[in-house]
């Protein structure tokens, strides 16, 4: 009875402080989260992941997407999976969502976990999972995901506008982490998850056609680089699906993407930006010279960017609120 009590009081507190805060909040997340509750939760979800990228080695470029933009808008809260309804738009049917896919995974991996332990694990654990699952099997560096996030009810195609966007310069960039508490380091550090997957062109078209009032193309890319993305992507492409992959090993969680910027070789203008800045260089050159110190940063950013929070329940279906 006193801890129920304890714990009504802990949630109305922590609710007070999220509506002042809001997803600056991080709940206090547990690696052990679910070691009584739901032991087996996290093989469930890599099973559910690696039979996914064994049809489809598209999937771990979305998970780690679906997963940046669940937490940049709202805080982790699952709100990315929730589907359309009634008169509501949802975040997944907003404006930059022309890549994000592979939804079934988690909903795959949801049922799986359902079946071991009802009503316990979060949608927004089961995508955090999926998103460290996914670089893991890519070749990247593992590490244990805290957990204990809620899910939302809320998600508006509208907050989509939150996410930064591929023609951001540094200073947007910038502005766009610190807003969730995220610094420099973090934003370099998980710039290269852009190591992993494929970018449409219609994401780096202000780069190739139409630069600025004096150039064609933008002048920091690589001349032959460029060359290519216009041949694939002509002024007035037509074919929807037509783009890039982000690097050149895109199934490969590794540090080919700071390599590439280095050498004018990367899509978007926010990749370019991170040149711009004194330390971001800084840390772009590090990176590039270092797999070891890329793995590092990111796992420690990863879990920076993960633990923000904003939901309050556990769904049953990530695609629906009851
Ligand atoms: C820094 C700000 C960021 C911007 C402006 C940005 C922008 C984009 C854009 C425009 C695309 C391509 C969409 C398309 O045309 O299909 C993309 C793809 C991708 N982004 Fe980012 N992104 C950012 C940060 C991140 C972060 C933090 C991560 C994860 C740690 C991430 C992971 C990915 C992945 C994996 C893809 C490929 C998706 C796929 O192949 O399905 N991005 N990003
Ligand atoms: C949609 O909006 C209308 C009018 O605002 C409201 O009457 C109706 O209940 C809403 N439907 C749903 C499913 O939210
Ligand atoms: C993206 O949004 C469009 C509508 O804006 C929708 O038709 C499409 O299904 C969405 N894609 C995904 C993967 O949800
Ligand atoms: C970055 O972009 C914003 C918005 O377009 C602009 O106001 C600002 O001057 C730019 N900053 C730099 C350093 O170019």
């Not at 190591?195 to 920091?220: A, E």
């Not at 991170?274 to 990863?302: I, P, R, Y």
Request: proline share 4%; hydrophobic share 40%; aromatic share 8%.
């Amino acid at each position: 009875m006193a801890t129920t009590t304890m714990h009504a009081f802990a949630a109305t507190f922590l609710i007070i402080i999220f509506f002042f805060n809001g997803f600056h909040l991080s709940y206090a997340l547990s690696s052990h989260y679910y070691s009584k509750t739901c032991p087996k939760a996290e093989e469930a979800v890599t099973k559910a992941v690696k039979k996914a990228m064994s049809n489809d080695q598209t999937v771990p470029a979305a998970l780690l997407r679906m997963h940046f933009h669940d937490c940049f808008i709202r805080g982790c809260d699952g709100s990315v999976l929730l589907r359309s309804s009634g008169n509501n738009t949802a975040e997944k049917d907003g404006p930059p969502n022309i890549s994000l896919h592979a939804f079934y995974v988690i909903d795959h991996a949801k049922a799986a976990v359902e079946e071991l332990c009802p009503g316990v694990v979060s949608c927004a654990d089961i995508l955090a999972l999926a998103a460290r699952d996914a670089v893991v099997l890519s070749g990247g560096p593992t590490w244990d995901v805290p957990k204990g996030r809620k899910d939302g009810r809320i998600s508006k195609a509208i907050d989509t506008r939150q996410l930064p966007a591929p023609t951001f310069n540094f200073s947007q960039l910038t502005q766009s982490f610190s807003q969730r508490g995220l610094s420099t380091e973090d934003l370099v550090a998980l710039s290269g998850g852009h190591t992993l997957g494929f970018s449409h062109c219609s994401s780096f078209q202000n780069r190739i056609h139409n630069f600025n009032t004096m150039n064609d193309v933008d002048p920091s890319l690589n001349p032959s680089f460029a060359q290519r993305l216009r041949k694939v992507c002509p002024i007035h492409n037509k074919v929807k699906s037509a783009g890039s992959t982000m690097d050149s090993t895109s199934t490969v969680f590794d540090n080919t993407y700071y390599k590439m910027l280095l050498q004018g070789m990367s899509l978007f203008s926010s990749d370019q930006a991170l040149l711009t800045d004194h330390k971001a260089k800084g840390l772009v050159n590090k990176f590039a010279s270092s797999q070891d110190s890329f793995n590092e940063a990111f796992v420690k950013s990863m879990i920076r960017m993960s633990s923000l929070s904003g939901g309050q329940e556990v769904r049953l279906d990530c695609k629906v609120t009851r």
